[in-house]
């Protein structure tokens, strides 16, 4: 990491400090489980602070952008991760097939449903479309992943794909992990049959109807039916 985005970082998180808000950081933290540490910024005032310092990392290399998001990665509050994400997906033009390497350490690292439910559908998503060669075999990895994060990534990448979600695939992840008894996987397999209904029910209905659904997946699946 060059010497001024290693500046530009540390004052990043020099501001946020000076900012805290003690009375919101307990809050934060209880909603979250206690899971995670917390700066105590809510979301408009944390962008305020983030975007000058975001600006000024805009025309980092690939090497760099890494640097920074591993760095704010590996910070106790959850804002940093936030930060993160948003910086990571202002640079979607940089993106390339290796920068998915970098989406699964944010999946694998720190996980919980708000970071991998926007890194699944807002960057994997993305640069799966970009890169489509690349979801066969992704597909592939996560399923022989051992954290259930990547499964429930396997589901929900195509949220944003709208009509033009492969409706295969989709329908045979959402196979794969039918009788799971975890929580985030029944309702990741709900939440993606519920989106993509938006654009093709009568295929939703008929995989509801040919599939025992836990009670979370049918609740999300049949919203929109």
């Known amino acids: 990491m060059n010497k001024e985005t290693k500046a530009a970082l540390e004052n990043l998180l020099l501001v946020f400090q000076e900012n805290a808000d003690a009375y919101q950081v307990e809050r934060m933290k209880a909603y979250m489980r206690n899971l995670f ?11 305020a602070l983030a975007n000058p310092f975001l600006k000024a990392l805009v025309n980092s290399s690939e090497e760099n952008i890494n640097e920074v998001v ?15 994400m948003e910086y990571i997906f202002k640079m979607h033009k940089k993106w390339t097939p290796e920068t998915l390497q970098l989406f699964e350490y944010m999946i694998a690292e720190k996980s919980w449903w708000d970071t991998v439910d ?3 559908s ?3 998503g993305k640069l799966l479309q970009k890169y489509p060669e690349l979801i066969l075999s992704s597909v592939e990895r996560w399923d022989a992943d ?3 994060w990547f499964h429930r990534t396997t589901m929900i990448f195509q949220l944003k794909y709208a009509a033009k979600t492969d409706q295969y695939l989709l329908f045979a992840q959402c196979e794969k992990y039918v009788h799971s008894k975890e929580f985030f996987i029944q309702k990741a397999l709900g939440w993606s049959l519920r989106q993509y209904s938006k654009f093709n029910p009568d295929a939703v209905r008929k995989f509801v109807q040919d599939h025992h659904l836990s009670m979370v997946s049918l ?6 039916l």
């Open 118 to 120: 926007f890194i699944a």
């Open 37 to 47: 540490d917390f700066y105590g910024l809510q979301k408009d005032k944390r962008a």
């Open 70 to 84: 591993k760095f704010l990665w590996k910070q106790p509050q959850r804002e940093c991760q936030y930060v993160a």
């Open 146 to 148: 051992k954290s259930f």
């Open 122 to 124: 807002s960057l994997v």
């Open 219 to 224: 609740r999300e699946a049949k919203k929109y």
